[in-house]
Structures are given as structure tokens and as C-alpha cells.
DNA sequence: CTAAATATTGATAATGAGTATCAATATTAT
DNA sequence: ATAATATTGATACTCATTATCAATATTTAG
């Protein structure tokens, strides 16, 4: 799940910014990467112990900032007050739809949507620059 | 700002919740209500504490979800961490459009938009409740 | 290949928003 | 008025995240 290529391109913004290597830095990155979505810092955390036992809590922080500034992940404020990461090298911009049941996630991309949004940006003098939608509702399993 | 109505209907609402009604209820119910919109609690209770010196500081988030509950108020869990609370007495539900370099807030209702949310969500099997949308960007102020 | 320069790490203390606890006090019903 | 009950403010606590710092690892220069 997790190319040759992707590993380089965390290798190469390493020294273009003049940061080091290390082992910790490329696990973490290989969970986020090649894992699940939309996990909390707290589950990258117990994720990456399987691999690398003895790693810190802050060492996930920081290489998760890390990950965001460099454009490889993105972070997503969610209302249970946690933070959740899901990469970003392969998926565009997309929003979710989000049971309030079973926590579900769904992606979705609509693009009249998308258009009415910059409108709404251009009406209201706004220079655009990013939007956050979540839908909140109950899904087809959990009505069952 | 603030009308004999709506206090009545705060009054009322206590009585029939089996509530009792206190004075620092009153104020910050009038302070959500009358005041500026999108404040932090913490926001609240300095606001509150100019009228009302000596109140506590869990007497403010204990009433703010109290008016929640009652839909006189509504939450935003905003960007920085902190939720901020805007009365929903008279305004109906809306988006936002927040400026990254001020903070600017502004209201907005696009019915297409919803229209095309009410569609993704049945697209998807979901049952609809709730969503939220935030537009960020630079404001023309901040252009200048 | 060393050694110096520098960045990263993990442990842990600190922060900040929000919640839980509890005895003192205020409101309501009788 | 009195008893029953809810509310309050102080404060301890939780939880996610950030800051600090000495020990360690990586990189660079010689
Ligand atoms: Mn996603
Ligand atoms: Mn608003
Ligand atoms: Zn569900
Ligand atoms: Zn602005």
C-alpha cells in the first residue's frame, strides 16, 4: 500500500528542509500512509507501538505537524474534540459524511457544491483559500 | 436588544423543565442573547462578570449548554479548540465564511447548497440531522 | 573515518478547555 | 414558614495537546 516512490518523497522534503532522518519519523509516516483514515493521535500513537515499541507520545505529535505542514496528511478538527489524520498524498480534497451512531466516515466530493462555494467566497468579497463540510447523519446500517 | 418575549420564553421553558430560575441564569442568557455573536465561553463569562462579578466559571458552561438544550443557543467548534456559542432565538440555521486573518465571521445561507446536501446524504443512505459548513479565506479588509 | 555541530527523541511537566464533585445557598412547593 | 429540591462557586479532575530538557542519533566538515 505504501510505494517506493511515496517513501522517497518523505525522504527528499526531509533534506530539502534541512530536517534528519529517523526511524520513528518513517514508521509514523508508513502508519498514516498506509493505514486506516481518519484516526486520532492516540490511535496512530498504539498503532505505530505494534511496530516500534517505545516510541512517544510526542514524537506522534510533532512528525503528525510534520506530516500536515509538508502536505502528506491532513488534520481533521472532529466534534468529539479529538483531531484525526488521514493521509493526503494520494486523496484530493474531499469532505464526509459522518453517522452520529456508529462514527462511520464517508467521503464525499460534489462539485456543484464545490462551485457554489466560491460564488458564496466571491459575493462576500472573501480571497478563498479552504473549506471544511461534514454532514451529520444516521446511516443505512444503523437504522437497520 | 433584548425583548420581554424572549426572557418570558426563558422563563417558561425553565418552569416547564422543572428548572428553577436563578439570576446569573438571566444574565447570561441576556448576555448570549443580546450580545455579540460567536464568543468563547471564556469570552462569556468576562462579559457576564462585568454585570454580574462573583459568578462562576461553571455556572457560564453549565448555562451555555442549558440554552443549547433549550435552542436558544447554538455551539461551533471552531478551528482553534475553543467552541463559541451564537443565540439561535432569532437566527435561523446558517454556514460561515471566516476570515483566517482577522477572524471575521460572516453569516451565510446558500439554499442551492443545502438543496445538493439533502441529495449527497440521500445518495449515501444517510438519514440527514445536522451539518456544518465554514468557508475560510481572506476577507476584503484584509486584503487591503 | 572521526569529531563537532546540530536535530531528534522520550519522559514528563505544563497548558487550556471543559466536566465532575460537593458543601453551602437559593428557589419552589406545601 | 418549612421541607424538598435544584443551583451555585470553588476546586479537583480529565483529556488532548504543547513545551521543556537532558540524553541520543544523524549529518556535516575535516
Ligand atoms: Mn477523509
Ligand atoms: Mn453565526
Ligand atoms: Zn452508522
Ligand atoms: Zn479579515
Redesign the interface.
Known amino acids: 500500500m505504501l510505494t517506493e516512490k511515496e517513501k522517497r518523497a518523505f525522504q527528499d522534503y526531509l533534506t530539502q528542509e534541512g530536517l534528519k532522518f529517523s526511524l520513528q519519523r518513517m514508521k509514523i509516516f508508513e502508519t498514516v500512509l498506509a493505514g486506516l483514515k481518519h484516526l486520532t493521535a492516540n490511535e496512530i500513537y498504539k498503532n505505530v507501538q505494534k511496530k516500534y515499541p517505545g516510541i512517544g507520545y510526542a514524537t506522534i505529535y510533532r512528525t503528525l505537524r510534520l506530516l500536515c505542514d509538508a502536505g502528506f496528511c491532513t488534520e481533521l478538527?472532529c466534534?468529539d474534540?479529538a483531531c484525526r489524520y488521514e493521509q493526503a498524498f494520494v486523496n484530493a480534497h474531499h469532505d464526509h459524511?459522518i453517522?452520529?451512531k456508529c462514527g462511520r466516515f464517508?467521503e464525499?466530493v460534489?462539485p456543484?457544491?464545490e462551485r457554489?462555494?466560491i460564488?458564496?467566497?466571491k459575493i462576500?468579497?472573501?480571497?478563498?483559500?479552504?473549506?471544511?463540510?461534514?454532514?451529520?447523519?444516521?446511516?443505512?446500517q444503523c437504522?437497520k
Do not use: A, S, W
Open positions: 478538527k466534534e474534540g459524511l453517522c452520529t464517508v464525499v460534489d456543484q457544491i457554489l462555494q460564488r458564496l467566497f462576500n468579497g472573501f480571497l478563498p483559500q479552504r473549506h471544511r463540510m461534514e454532514l451529520y447523519g444516521v446511516c443505512k437504522r
